[in-house]
């Protein structure tokens, strides 16, 4: 079973890209703490789709703490010669954990899990 769950802080600004005229993703990455001695932490690259990147390209920043469930894709191109391969999550929902600023506008707890 692909499944994944990640808690952690934006890394970057949501980058929001409509693809077709009903397509929209949002690309960020994702910095999730490593349980170890040293400590660290992992930068994930996330991707939401439709109506979740939409949610994050108007609510989230970077610094914002999230909680992602979703799947794991595997990508590979040609980059000049050179075989390239990236690993991502797909989200299936994104549940925006930090507080909102004050003045910021509430998101409902449904629509910021719109699949």
Do not use: H
Request: include cysteine; glycine fraction near 6%.
């Amino acid at each position: 079973m692909n499944v994944v769950s990640l808690v952690g802080n934006l890394a970057t600004e949501v980058d929001a890209k409509q693809i077709a005229a009903e397509k929209l993703v949002a690309n960020f990455l994702l910095a999730v703490n490593r349980r170890s001695k040293d400590g660290g932490a992992d930068f994930i690259r996330i991707a939401a789709w439709d109506r979740q990147a939409e949610l994050c390209r108007q609510y989230l920043s970077k610094g914002k703490r999230v909680a992602v469930e979703g799947y794991l894709r595997s990508r590979t191109w040609d980059d000049g010669g050179k075989q390239r391969r990236e690993l991502e999550v797909v989200a299936r929902n994104v549940q925006f954990l930090s507080p909102p600023e004050e003045g910021a506008e509430v998101v409902p707890f449904e629509a910021a899990l719109a699949s």
